[in-house]
């Protein structure tokens, strides 16, 4: 009579088939698996960097086969600049950008980097030398060990200048100007050593308080002044020079580990491709956007006398190499390659 049920020789056959199976199939499956990368910051609508996250945004998806769902939030539609950062941080956001200047509680060596404190930085070459080279490598390494983000690039809003109500023709003419400046200690020295009273603003406020009469100026970018508006309040521009703002490119450290090695190898590949295109493209379109701003009605000037700007804060130097050994080292390392 024959046996009922399954022998134990086709149990074992059928389960070493299953495992077989298993095998094939878990990465079939994580070769599936998506992930979500939400990009959130505070740049313009139209700027280059916004144009620029937006490209990155649609070739991550297209390239990874929609293995990666990239979605796009500028102008400060997932919280403020300092919101986002710390969103970043925590991995709630993927990805933001920003000036290593916003680590300068953490680490202050980094800040350096981010046109602390004032004139660090002589030209666009200057700025090239150090960040797409040895130091930016270095930094993006120590971004990644205290903040548990990696700056995967460098994007940049190029030299900020003065917006203001009233004329600013020379380094007297700051004295009592309630300008805007970010929520950084580093900033509002700089701008007490120029005899300004500098007034901490988060960064979409700005409009606001130039209409109410909170501050009388700001310093910005020139693609930010035309993004925002700005210029309907204020009529005044100065062309200073005073601080290069690179904008780090800020990739959460968790989540790009939690990438398949392939993934991870396109999140830092196209980085480079598309940031290295925003870099050209802002620095060709920075005499455009000057124009529009003196066509939309803003009166801009130079200074006859930067050097005595910049001698007002040569001593923000030492003060913040002073922090620790290494942001020292790191400004001397800047100032060398000028």
């Not at 979409?204 to 308080?209: T, V």
């Amino acid at each position: 009579m024959p046996t009922k049920g399954i022998s134990r020789r086709t149990l074992l056959a059928s389960g070493t088939a299953g495992a077989a199976l298993s095998a094939i199939a878990a990465p079939a499956v994580l070769a599936q698996q998506k992930f979500v990368c939400r990009m959130g910051h505070s740049e313009a609508i139209g700027s280059p960097l916004t144009m620029a996250f937006e490209n990155w945004a649609k070739i991550l998806t297209a390239q990874s086969g929609g293995r990666i769902d990239a979605q796009h939030f500028p102008a400060s539609q997932l919280g403020s600049y300092t919101q986002n950062i710390e969103q970043n941080r925590l991995g709630t956001i993927q990805v933001t950008t920003g000036g290593p200047d916003t680590e300068e509680a953490v680490a202050p060596e980094i800040a350096a980097t981010g046109g602390a404190p004032g004139f660090i930085f002589k030209d666009e070459a200057h700025v090239d030398k150090v960040l797409q080279g040895e130091i930016g490598a270095e930094v993006s390494r120590i971004a990644r060990q205290k903040t548990g983000v990696e700056f995967v690039d460098y994007g940049e809003v190029g030299f900020r200048h003065v917006l203001a109500k009233r004329p600013v023709a020379a380094l007297g003419d700051l004295r009592g100007l309630k300008i805007r400046v970010p929520e950084l200690k580093i900033w509002v020295d700089f701008w007490k050593q120029l005899g300004a009273n500098p007034t901490p603003l988060a960064y979409a406020e700005q409009y606001s308080a130039l209409s109410t009469g909170l501050i009388d100026a700001l310093e910005a970018d020139v693609f930010s002044i035309k993004g925002f508006k700005w210029g309907e309040q204020a009529k005044h521009m100065t062309l200073t020079n005073h601080w290069f703002l690179p904008k780090a490119t800020r990739v959460n450290a968790r989540w790009l580990d939690s990438l398949p090695a392939e993934l991870q190898k396109l999140v830092r590949d196209t980085a480079k491709t598309v940031f290295a295109e925003q870099r050209r493209q802002n620095r060709a379109n920075t005499a455009a956007t000057l124009e529009e701003l003196k066509a939309s009605g803003i009166t801009v000037r130079t200074l006859s006398d930067i050097p005595a700007w910049a001698k007002a804060t040569e001593s923000l130097f030492a003060e913040f190499g002073a922090k620790s050994p290494a942001t020292k080292t790191m400004i001397d390392k800047i100032r060398a390659l000028a």
